[in-house]
């Protein structure tokens, strides 16, 4: 079983910068695809980012693309989100969570999920 913690949630002003952080524990972080999903209040969870496990592909929801950076570090089993010119409507609670899968965008695919950690973006 895996488990994660994200942080680096917090408010900030629209145009600012926030870099999200996921740390798992176990020892078989590296054997798992990761992804960032969000979810807003009323709204169903969707697609952020996801990472493979060797660090060599990525892929990006249509409106987090030029403006977000997945990435992981297998050393420190961490996986990070870097989000720029955050909008209004990133507001959301943000989650991290593993796959078998070599990326994917569904919710569904995903095993082990994270408490989540809340970004708010200030107009």
């Known amino acids: 079983q895996v488990q994660l913690v994200e942080s680096g949630g917090g408010l900030v002003q629209a145009g600012g910068s926030l870099r999200l952080s996921c740390a798992a524990s176990g020892r078989t972080f590296n054997y798992y695809a990761m992804g960032w999903f969000r979810q807003a209040p009323g709204k169903e969870r969707e697609f952020v980012a996801a990472?493979?496990?060797?660090?060599?592909?990525?892929a990006y929801a249509d409106d987090m693309k030029g403006r977000s950076t997945i990435s992981r570090d297998n050393a420190k089993n961490t996986v990070y989100l870097q989000m720029n010119s955050l909008k209004p409507e990133d507001t959301a609670v943000y989650y991290c969570a593993t796959t078998r899968y070599s990326l994917s965008y569904s919710v569904g695919e995903y095993d082990y999920w994270g408490q989540g950690t809340q970004v708010t973006v200030s107009s």
């Open positions: 990472i493979n496990r060797s660090s060599g592909s990525t």
